[in-house]
Nanobody, 124 residues
Framework: QVQLVESGGGLVQTGGSLRLSCAAS????????MGWFRQAPGKEREFVAA????????YYADSVKGRFTISRDNAKNTVGLQMNSLKPEDTAVYYC?????????????????WGQGTQVTVSS
């Protein structure tokens, strides 16, 4: 079992930066791949970024590549999402998720554990 709690969301202007953090509970956190997803009003929840359980590989949605960076600190049981050059279309509720897959997972169904989400709003 893994419990996830996101923090760090808020309101920022276009071009600004935010850092999201996800705190995980559970002794086996380091064995889970981690991902970030987002859901805008009226839209499906979509993949944003993922990190291999070893921390050795990452994968990003094309829409955030070069602007967002996912990272993890297994000693602190946390995963972060640094978001730079934010755009109004990045506005969404952002969710942290954990996957038991041995590869970098990008599909929602591959993630068994989810946080409650944190709101990110980018004003134009």
């Amino acid at each position: 079992q893994v419990q996830l709690v996101e923090s760090g969301g808020g309101l920022v202007q276009t071009g600004g930066s935010l850092r999201l953090s996800c705190a995980a509970s559970g002794r086996t956190f380091s064995s889970y791949g981690m991902g970030w997803f987002r859901q805008a009003p009226g839209k499906e929840r979509e993949f944003v970024a993922a990190l291999h359980w070893s921390g050795a590989g990452t994968y990003y949605a094309d829409s955030v590549k070069g602007r967002f960076t996912i990272s993890r600190d297994n000693a602190k049981n946390t995963v972060g999402l640094q978001m730079n050059s934010l755009k109004p279309e990045d506005t969404a509720v952002y969710y942290c998720a954990a996957s038991a897959r041995t590869y970098i997972a990008t599909a929602r169904m591959e993630y068994a554990y989810w946080g409650q989400g944190t709101q990110v709003t980018v004003s134009s």
